[in-house]
Every structure is written in structure tokens, then in C-alpha cells.
């Protein structure tokens, strides 16, 4: 099979043409779509689930899922607010707010990987336990009135592209080569197709394990700080539901919700397309309430594509 | 013999007579179910029902679902049921799905009643309503109107899309635009209470209609998101704010320009009244038509419609500049 065809056949490629072919359609029929600030939102739309996306594939990628990534953003959203409130010093809540992260996705890695509990299991009770902690955090009360001086990591541009979007950028570049050619990104994939097997040629399960849950728990807490400087605001139900985002773009752009195979590129389009359809229904002024139904439905057809086409999911 | 049975009827009277302060001192437990707990709207009125209850020494239940959650706010209702208090009042996610579980607190004798939000009118005995729901949208409608000139376009970000009370504003705000025959509503959308949902869906609305000249947020959670929006994009003065809101999140958007005026009520009178209604009505008292009641402990004096089982708390609000800073909600 020669190297077109091969990457004709990816999933990447299906939403990649779906995104040309809407951005097309949504271009034609407004000329706000292509504007700069119009571009410019739906990219700061968009970093977030990017950036957790990233740490949602490897975990996808091992056979694995983390539901509590939107309880974990929202930990890093009180922990970040609170810090940015009394003008701390960015390395300081950057610190505070990966370190966040870090350690849930850590807790994650370590019930999954010496705990043996199933992943959904583990993040679901997670996601519930974070939750509450927020509560007990907040109170009842909301922060507000962060100032614009100190959310830089939100609302900031170069090139009149966010901020938020060329750290996701440099992340996904990282992150992607670090998969494809790092012997640890490579063991990410043997422990998805074969845990028995990648065992027995000396990958270290556990290792593996607490790398993915550990970074993607550190990458929620990122987004966290990104929604933090986007708002100003740190509500109780920030993030609920973003786990559900960042699957949908996963899944979307072809990672296997079995395990084994996947591109952090794919979930980027995953999420981008995502993007375009919620901005193009608004510019386009669908109702509101069509949104669901196209989005829910062009996952399982995606899915369904695959399964046609005889690749399956495995 | 009969000494014995003197003795037996003596412990029993004793027995009785220690009980019974127990039983008399068991004070009401009068629950408050909100749409979602963890948001400042319904803190203020957690306040004004912990108030009440201390006043008028009875119990207060605060509990309610993390999200706008139709089906967990059911179950948390359930749960109070089987706990057995004595009124349940309840500002439903979904006026229809609420009806049978509040149908099977009225069966055990609970006082059931909506506050906030309307909903099971055929079951509820009594609804506690903040304001006349067309006074509400007739006044948000007055208040967009005079800060956009009376003309252009304006767009509304909604919350949940089955809210009772958010539609029926919205409705009393259609209405109302009649009389402003230059302004045109170019599209409703929701944001499901998540302010940076509404701050998303308010930046996309800015660009789809290079035109708009205001936005309506319509609940506490969307309004100050639009307010940010219309901030972020840079039109403060060009493009204006308002909706329904507390004065704590719209503060910095009241300064800073983005907003000129807002509406609400006082969402800790508003608790304040629902725990005082409970307990009037498991006092035996019934409401009556026209009358306009004393409530010690509030600003207003809430009055009642007896055709559709509803206590006033008031006219509403309108919060601006002058008047945003005197609140703490």
C-alpha cells in the first residue's frame, strides 16, 4: 500500500476534510467566519480541551479513560484563582497549578497502576472526591473580580493568535514526537495492544501508567489555569462536563477507545472540528439546541465509519 | 392488686409526661431544595432561610443537586421525603418532571411549595414567587431599551433551555419589545449556567452580528459572562450588558462600563420569605386573596394571588452604579 493511500485511509484525514469541508460551507455563507477575532475566539475556545486532550489519548492509547480531568481542572481553578487573586507571582501559580494536577492524575496512576482498579472506576471516584474538595474549597462562594493585569495566560496574544493556543501548539509538537520516538511515548502503545506482552519484552507497566495519569492530571490543571484567565471568575461547577469534551475529541480524531492506537494530532482536529461546528451554528444562527444532536451524532457515525471500512475498533 | 395497677398507671403518666416535651419541643423542618447549590444567587437566599429559621425558631434544610440536574434535584427530594420533614420547598430544574415526587410528599401529609422557580402548579400549596414574572420581563426589556437608545440589534444568552422562569421572562421581554418598534432580537442561545459557556457563545454572537448593541444575560450565571464578553471583545460603549443578576458578580462590569443597569430582587428576603410561608402554613394559617402580609425581617410586604396559589415578595430591582455597592449577595 503505497504512503497516499495509507494516509487517506486514517481517521485523521476523515475529520480533516470534514473541518475543510465545514470551514468551507461556514466561510461561503458568512464572511464573519474567516475574520481574525472570529479565529481568533474559537482558537482560545479551543486550547483547553487541546491541551487535556493530550494526556487524554496516552490514557486512551493504554486502554485506559480519566473522567476526572473536569473535576481536576476545576481544583486548579481554585487553586490558580486564589493565587492570582493576591497577585502572586506567575511561576509561582504556574507551579501551584500543575502541581495540582499533577498530584490527582498522580493519585489516578497509582490506584490504577498498584491498585489494579479499573480506570473508569478509579477516575469516576476521583472525579467525585475532587469535586467535593472544590466545594469544601469555595464554600458556596465563587471568586470574581480577578483582575485582566494578571490573567495574561488568557486573554494575552502574539500574532493575534491566544496565547493559550501557541503553548497547546508547542505542547502537542512535544508530545508527539515524544510518542512516536521516545522509548517511554513507544511503550505508551505496547502497553494499549498487549499489556501481557509488552511486559514480557521489559516495558514497565506501572511506569507507564503513572506517566499518563500523572501528566494528563497536570495537563487538566493547565486548562484549568487557561479557563481561569479567560474568565476571571472560579465557579464550583467549572469544568463539569470538559471530561466529555476531551473524550468526544479524542475519540473523534481516532483514537481507539480500546487501547493501542491513536495521535495526539487527531485529537486536536477532534476538538478543532468540535470548535468549528459550535462556532458555525452560532455565526450561521442554527437554534441552539441542534448543537447536541449534530455532535453526538457525528461521533458514533466516525466510530461507525471505521467499523465499515473494516478497521474497526478493534 | 389494685396498688399494682396504681403503680403501672403512675409510670406511664410519668413516662408520658417526661416524653412529651420532647415530642413538643420537636421544632418544623422546613427544607429548601435550590436548582443547584455552590452559586451566590442561592447562597443569599441559604442566608435569608438560615435567618428566618432562627427567628422563628424552626429547622432549616439546605441541600439541593451540584449541577442543574433534573433528575438528581428529584432524588434529593425523594431522600427528604423518607427523612420526614415537614415542608419541602423547591425551585425545580423542570416544572412537569417535578410533579410526582412533590405529588408523593403532599400523599405524606409534607407542605409542599416552589420558590424561586414555579413548577407542579396542580400539587404545590403555595408558590413563592421573587416578582410578577412579566414585571421581571418587562423591566429587563425597560432597562436594555433605555441603555442601547431605544434602537438595534440585541441577542439573549439563556440558561437551561427548560427553565420556567427564564422562559417566561424571555416571553414578557418579546412582549415588552413591541413597544420598542427599533430594536430586533437576532437570536436566543443558552449557556447552561457556566459562565465561561456564556463568555463563548457571547464572544461568537459579537462576531456573528458586527451590529449587535446589546445582550441579555438572563440568568446569574450569564449575565456577568456577557458582561465579560462584551469587555474581552473590546465594545464596551458600543455594545451594552444587562440581565438578570447579583450585584457581587455584575460589580466590576457596572464599573468598568460594560453594564449599565441590571434587575433582580433580594434573593436573602426571598429565602427569608419561603421558610417564613412554610411555617405559616404548618402553623394551620391559610393565605387569603389581596392581603398584604407583615413580615418581620424583610424590606417589602409580600402579598398574595389567590387564583394561582402565589405569594409576592415584591416589585423588582434595578441595580446600577448608584446602588450596586449596598449589597453583599
Same mark, same amino acid.
Given at each position: 500500500?503505497?504512503?497516499?493511500?495509507?494516509?487517506?485511509?486514517?481517521?485523521?484525514?476523515?475529520?480533516?476534510?470534514?473541518?475543510?469541508?465545514?470551514?468551507?460551507?461556514?466561510?461561503?455563507?458568512?464572511?464573519?467566519?474567516?475574520? =481574525?477575532?472570529?479565529?481568533?475566539?474559537?482558537?482560545?475556545?479551543?486550547?483547553?480541551?487541546? =491541551?487535556?486532550?493530550?494526556?487524554?489519548?496516552?490514557?486512551?492509547?493504554?486502554?485506559?479513560?480519566?473522567?476526572? %480531568?473536569?473535576?481536576?481542572?476545576?481544583?486548579?481553578?481554585?487553586?490558580?484563582?486564589?493565587?492570582?487573586?493576591?497577585?502572586?507571582?506567575?511561576?509561582?501559580?504556574?507551579?501551584?497549578?500543575?502541581?495540582?494536577?499533577?498530584?490527582?492524575?498522580?493519585?489516578?496512576?497509582?490506584?490504577?497502576?498498584?491498585?489494579?482498579?479499573?480506570?473508569?472506576?478509579?477516575?469516576?471516584?476521583?472525579?467525585?472526591?475532587?469535586r467535593a474538595l472544590v466545594f469544601?474549597?469555595?464554600?458556596?462562594?465563587?471568586?470574581?473580580?480577578?483582575?485582566?493585569?494578571?490573567?495574561?495566560?488568557?486573554?494575552?496574544?502574539?500574532?493575534?493568535?491566544?496565547?493559550?493556543?501557541?503553548?497547546?501548539?508547542?505542547?502537542?509538537?512535544?508530545?508527539?514526537?515524544?510518542?512516536?520516538?521516545?522509548?517511554?511515548?513507544?511503550?505508551?502503545?505496547?502497553?494499549?495492544?498487549?499489556?501481557?506482552?509488552?511486559?514480557?519484552?521489559?516495558?514497565?507497566?506501572?511506569?507507564?501508567?503513572?506517566?499518563?495519569?500523572?501528566?494528563?492530571?497536570?495537563?487538566?490543571?493547565?486548562?484549568?489555569?487557561?479557563?481561569?484567565?479567560?474568565?476571571?471568575? %472560579?465557579?464550583?461547577?467549572?469544568?463539569m462536563g470538559f471530561e466529555l469534551?476531551?473524550?468526544?475529541?479524542?475519540?473523534?480524531?481516532?483514537?481507539?477507545?480500546?487501547?493501542?492506537?491513536?495521535? =495526539?494530532?487527531?485529537?486536536?482536529?477532534?476538538?478543532?472540528?468540535?470548535?468549528?461546528?459550535?462556532?458555525?451554528?452560532?455565526?450561521?444562527?442554527?437554534?441552539?439546541?441542534?448543537?447536541?444532536?449534530?455532535?453526538?451524532?457525528?461521533?458514533?457515525?466516525?466510530?461507525?465509519?471505521?467499523?465499515?471500512?473494516?478497521?474497526?475498533?478493534? | 392488686?389494685?396498688? *399494682?395497677?396504681?403503680?403501672?398507671?403512675?409510670?406511664?403518666?410519668? &413516662?408520658?409526661?417526661?416524653?412529651?416535651?420532647?415530642?413538643?419541643?420537636?421544632?418544623?423542618?422546613?427544607?429548601?431544595?435550590?436548582?443547584?447549590?455552590?452559586?451566590?444567587?442561592?447562597?443569599?437566599?441559604?442566608?435569608?432561610?438560615?435567618?428566618?429559621?432562627?427567628?422563628?425558631?424552626?429547622?432549616?434544610?439546605?441541600?439541593?443537586?451540584?449541577?442543574?440536574?433534573?433528575?438528581?434535584?428529584?432524588? /434529593?427530594?425523594?431522600?427528604?421525603?423518607?427523612?420526614?420533614?415537614?415542608? /419541602?420547598?423547591?425551585?425545580?430544574?423542570?416544572?412537569?418532571?417535578?410533579?410526582?415526587?412533590?405529588?408523593?410528599?403532599?400523599?405524606?401529609?409534607?407542605?409542599?411549595?416552589? &420558590?424561586?422557580?414555579?413548577?407542579?402548579?396542580?400539587?404545590?400549596?403555595?408558590?413563592?414567587?421573587?416578582?410578577?414574572?412579566?414585571? /421581571?420581563?418587562?423591566?429587563?426589556?425597560?432597562?436594555?431599551?433605555?441603555?442601547?437608545?431605544?434602537?438595534?440589534?440585541?441577542a439573549i444568552v439563556s440558561c437551561?433551555?427548560?427553565?420556567?422562569?427564564?422562559?417566561?421572562?424571555?416571553?414578557?421581554?418579546?412582549?415588552?419589545?413591541?413597544?420598542?418598534?427599533?430594536?430586533?432580537?437576532?437570536?436566543?442561545?443558552?449557556?447552561?449556567?457556566?459562565?465561561?459557556?456564556?463568555?463563548?457563545?457571547?464572544?461568537?454572537?459579537?462576531?456573528?452580528?458586527?451590529?449587535?448593541?446589546?445582550?441579555?444575560?438572563?440568568? &446569574?450565571?450569564?449575565?456577568?459572562?456577557?458582561?465579560?464578553?462584551?469587555?474581552?471583545?473590546?465594545?464596551?460603549?458600543? /455594545?451594552?450588558?444587562?440581565?438578570?443578576?447579583?450585584?457581587?458578580?455584575?460589580?466590576?462590569?457596572?464599573?468598568?462600563?460594560?453594564?449599565?443597569?441590571?434587575?433582580?430582587?433580594?434573593?436573602?428576603?426571598?429565602?427569608?420569605?419561603?421558610?417564613?410561608?412554610?411555617?405559616?402554613?404548618?402553623?394551620? *394559617?391559610?393565605?387569603?386573596?389581596?392581603?398584604?402580609?407583615?413580615?418581620?425581617?424583610?424590606?417589602?410586604?409580600?402579598?398574595?394571588?389567590?387564583?394561582?396559589?402565589?405569594?409576592?415578595?415584591?416589585?423588582?430591582?434595578?441595580?446600577?452604579?448608584?446602588?450596586?455597592?449596598?449589597?453583599?449577595?
Amino acid at each position: 500500500m503505497n504512503t497516499w493511500v495509507r494516509i487517506v485511509r486514517r481517521r485523521e484525514f476523515t475529520v480533516f476534510i470534514l473541518i475543510v469541508i465545514l470551514s468551507i460551507i461556514f466561510a461561503v455563507s458568512t464572511d464573519r467566519f474567516l475574520s =481574525i477575532s472570529n479565529i481568533s475566539n474559537l482558537l482560545s475556545q479551543l486550547a483547553g480541551v487541546a =491541551i487535556a486532550a493530550i494526556g487524554m489519548t496516552m490514557v486512551i492509547i493504554t486502554g485506559g479513560i480519566d473522567v476526572s %480531568v473536569g473535576s481536576t481542572l476545576g481544583l486548579a481553578c481554585v487553586v490558580s484563582g486564589s493565587l492570582l487573586m493576591i497577585q502572586a507571582p506567575f511561576l509561582l501559580v504556574l507551579l501551584a497549578t500543575l502541581g495540582t494536577g499533577l498530584a490527582v492524575g498522580l493519585l489516578n496512576g497509582v490506584i490504577v497502576a498498584y491498585g489494579r482498579v479499573p480506570p473508569i472506576i478509579t477516575t469516576l471516584g476521583m472525579m467525585n472526591m475532587v469535586r467535593a474538595l472544590v466545594f469544601q474549597a469555595l464554600g458556596g462562594r465563587w471568586i470574581s473580580g480577578i483582575p485582566p493585569e494578571v490573567r495574561t495566560i488568557g486573554l494575552g496574544k502574539w500574532l493575534q493568535i491566544p496565547l493559550a493556543m501557541w503553548v497547546a501548539g508547542a505542547l502537542i509538537v512535544v508530545f508527539s514526537y515524544f510518542l512516536s520516538y521516545r522509548p517511554l511515548g513507544r511503550s505508551v502503545y505496547a502497553v494499549g495492544n498487549n499489556p501481557e506482552a509488552a511486559r514480557v519484552s521489559g516495558v514497565n507497566l506501572k511506569t507507564t501508567l503513572l506517566f499518563v495519569y500523572g501528566l494528563t492530571g497536570a495537563l487538566a490543571g493547565f486548562a484549568g489555569l487557561i479557563n481561569v484567565g479567560r474568565t476571571g471568575i %472560579v465557579q464550583t461547577n467549572n469544568g463539569m462536563g470538559f471530561e466529555l469534551d476531551v473524550i468526544a475529541a479524542v475519540v473523534l480524531g481516532g483514537t481507539s477507545i480500546l487501547g493501542g492506537r491513536g495521535t =495526539i494530532v487527531g485529537s486536536l482536529l477532534g476538538a478543532l472540528l468540535v470548535a468549528i461546528i459550535k462556532n458555525g451554528m452560532i455565526l450561521l444562527n442554527i437554534p441552539a439546541l441542534t448543537e447536541g444532536v449534530i455532535i453526538g451524532a457525528l461521533i458514533i457515525i466516525s466510530v461507525l465509519i471505521d467499523l465499515v471500512r473494516g478497521r474497526g475498533v478493534r | 392488686m389494685k396498688r *399494682n395497677w396504681l403503680v403501672l398507671v403512675l409510670v406511664l403518666v410519668l &413516662s408520658l409526661l417526661l416524653l412529651s416535651p420532647a415530642f413538643g419541643q420537636d421544632k418544623y423542618r422546613i427544607a429548601f431544595v435550590p436548582k443547584l447549590v455552590g452559586i451566590p444567587y442561592f447562597n443569599a437566599m441559604e442566608e435569608g432561610g438560615k435567618k428566618a429559621a432562627e427567628d422563628l425558631g424552626v429547622e432549616f434544610v439546605y441541600t439541593g443537586p451540584v449541577t442543574d440536574d433534573v433528575a438528581k434535584q428529584i432524588e /434529593i427530594i425523594d431522600n427528604l421525603i423518607t427523612q420526614g420533614v415537614d415542608a /419541602i420547598a423547591v425551585a425545580p430544574n423542570d416544572p412537569a418532571a417535578i410533579t410526582p415526587v412533590l405529588e408523593k410528599a403532599k400523599e405524606r401529609g409534607i407542605v409542599v411549595m416552589t &420558590s424561586d422557580t414555579d413548577g407542579a402548579e396542580g400539587v404545590r400549596d403555595v408558590f413563592v414567587n421573587q416578582a410578577l414574572q412579566d414585571q /421581571i420581563g418587562y423591566t429587563t426589556m425597560d432597562e436594555l431599551a433605555k441603555a442601547m437608545d431605544y434602537e438595534g440589534k440585541f441577542a439573549i444568552v439563556s440558561c437551561g433551555p427548560t427553565a420556567w422562569n427564564l422562559n417566561t421572562w424571555i416571553m414578557y421581554e418579546l412582549e415588552r419589545l413591541t413597544q420598542y418598534p427599533d430594536m430586533e432580537l437576532v437570536t436566543i442561545r443558552y449557556a447552561y449556567e457556566d459562565v465561561q459557556m456564556a463568555i463563548n457563545v457571547a464572544l461568537d454572537l459579537i462576531n456573528a452580528f458586527p451590529d449587535l448593541k446589546g445582550i441579555i444575560g438572563q440568568c &446569574s450565571t450569564s449575565a456577568p459572562g456577557v458582561a465579560e464578553a462584551v469587555t474581552q471583545a473590546g465594545k464596551i460603549g458600543e /455594545i451594552v450588558a444587562t440581565g438578570v443578576s447579583v450585584p457581587s458578580m455584575m460589580r466590576p462590569y457596572v464599573k468598568n462600563g460594560a453594564v449599565k443597569s441590571f434587575v433582580l430582587w433580594n434573593p436573602v428576603d426571598l429565602g427569608y420569605l419561603t421558610v417564613w410561608a412554610a411555617k405559616y402554613l404548618l402553623d394551620g *394559617n391559610q393565605f387569603e386573596e389581596g392581603v398584604e402580609y407583615e413580615v418581620p425581617g424583610i424590606a417589602t410586604k409580600p402579598w398574595y394571588v389567590a387564583e394561582e396559589r402565589m405569594l409576592v415578595l415584591g416589585p423588582p430591582m434595578v441595580f446600577d452604579e448608584t446602588n450596586v455597592d449596598d449589597f453583599d449577595f
